[in-house]
């Protein structure tokens, strides 16, 4: 690991004002280069950022610490029923707060699945997010993928056992956040702050780049700009929901596959909308509208989960090692959809 200089900002400006590059752009800066001896990136719990820096992938020359900030680690509830949550808001708390437990318990369920009780007291949701892809190739210094800034994505023709099986032909990593496969199922937004405090505000599903727009990139973050907080649309009644994970392991462990399922049924039983989301399945959670659109207007039965399961690998294009994940991918939809349903 490389020596850094270390500052705690009060503000989310002196953040912002601190961080003049992100993350994804450190890496690709030659260690040499004048950037990369002004570089300050920002720390938010700091379980992937610390694995960086001892993998020597990133050394930034600060780390502009989000802990002291006011107002990033809260839950709150707006007036028209949303709710903001911080983005410095633990994974442990997040988990265990009685009203998204109520309202929102996918989301609740899919983070308290998430890595081991002692990374959730200290991983922030803001982080989780912007976390680094877990490509062994990426991880690695010897190899230098396309992520990096290099010329080759060596999991296409390696050892895909965990990679991508949709949007796979440029670069097969698949987004390392559980809980964006569900938020991105909620229609949530992230709320970013820039030096000047001008406050963004995108869905999280447009907020995530796919390698066909920006290979070196996972997201739009930009230097000066700080996550601050995520937003969660209010519920209408009618809305059910469930995720459900499969990893090779119960507890601790990166899904092979992940699901979130959003339903609006009606009064009548008959399902007006859908959302279908696959976590650990492209670059970017990916959205089954052939599956979605296979609820629409059908009172929700076994054999329509079924069929609609079915849909949900449409467009799969799986490596040599991963084709595994299609008939997972598809039980884990349909019971995700049965479950969702289950609850109306």
């Given amino acids: 690991?490389?020596?850094?200089?270390?500052?705690?900002?009060?503000?989310?400006?002196e953040a912002a004002a601190a961080a003049t590059t992100t993350v994804a752009d450190a890496m690709c800066t030659a260690p040499d280069a004048d950037e990369a001896a002004l570089a300050g990136v920002v720390k938010a719990g700091g379980i992937d950022l610390l694995d960086l820096l001892k993998e020597r992938?990133?050394?930034?020359?600060?780390?502009?610490?989000?802990?002291?900030?006011?107002?990033?680690?809260?839950?709150?509830?707006?007036?028209?029923?949303?709710?903001?949550?911080?983005?410095?808001v633990s994974l442990a708390d997040l988990a265990a707060h009685a009203l998204l437990r109520r309202r929102w318990p996918a989301l609740c369920d899919a983070v308290a699945g998430s890595a081991s009780p002692q990374v959730r007291h200290v991983a922030t949701l803001g982080g989780n997010l912007l976390q680094r892809p877990r490509c062994w190739y990426f991880r690695a210094a010897a190899f230098h993928c396309l992520r990096k800034g290099g010329g080759h994505c060596f999991a296409i023709q390696g050892e895909s056992q965990y990679h991508a099986v949709f949007d796979n032909s440029t670069c097969a990593i698949v987004h390392p956040?559980?809980?964006?496969?569900?938020?991105?199922a909620l229609g949530a937004a992230v709320e970013l702050t820039d030096v000047h405090s001008v406050v963004r505000r995108v869905l999280l599903e447009e907020f995530l780049v796919s390698p066909r727009l920006d290979v070196q990139r996972e997201n739009d973050l930009q230097p000066h700009e700080i996550l601050t907080a995520i937003l969660l649309s209010p519920l209408s009644a009618g809305l059910h929901m469930a995720h459900l994970k499969q990893g090779e392991k119960d507890s601790?462990?990166?899904?092979?596959?992940?699901?979130?399922?959003?339903l609006d049924i009606g009064s009548d039983g008959i399902c007006r909308g859908a959302a279908i989301v696959l976590g650990a399945a492209a670059p970017v959670p990916h959205r089954a509208t052939a599956a979605q659109a296979a609820l629409v207007g059908k009172r929700i039965d076994d054999s329509v989960a079924r069929?609609?399961?079915?849909?949900?690998?449409?467009?799969?294009?799986?490596?040599?090692?991963?084709?595994?994940?299609?008939?997972l991918f598809e039980t884990l939809v349909r019971r995700a959809i049965v479950k969702a349903a289950d609850r109306a």
């Fill in 252 to 262: 601790f462990d990166w899904p092979l596959a992940d699901v979130a399922v959003v």
């Fill in 307 to 327: 069929a609609a399961a079915r849909a949900a690998l449409e467009g799969a294009t799986p490596l040599a090692k991963n084709a595994y994940k299609l008939p």
């Fill in 177 to 184: 956040s559980t809980a964006a496969t569900v938020l991105v």
């Fill in 1 to 13: 690991m490389n020596s850094f200089a270390w500052t705690a900002a009060s503000t989310t400006h």
């Fill in 57 to 88: 992938l990133l050394a930034p020359a600060m780390l502009v610490s989000l802990s002291a900030i006011p107002g990033l680690g809260g839950i709150e509830e707006q007036t028209d029923g949303s709710v903001r949550v911080g983005a410095m």
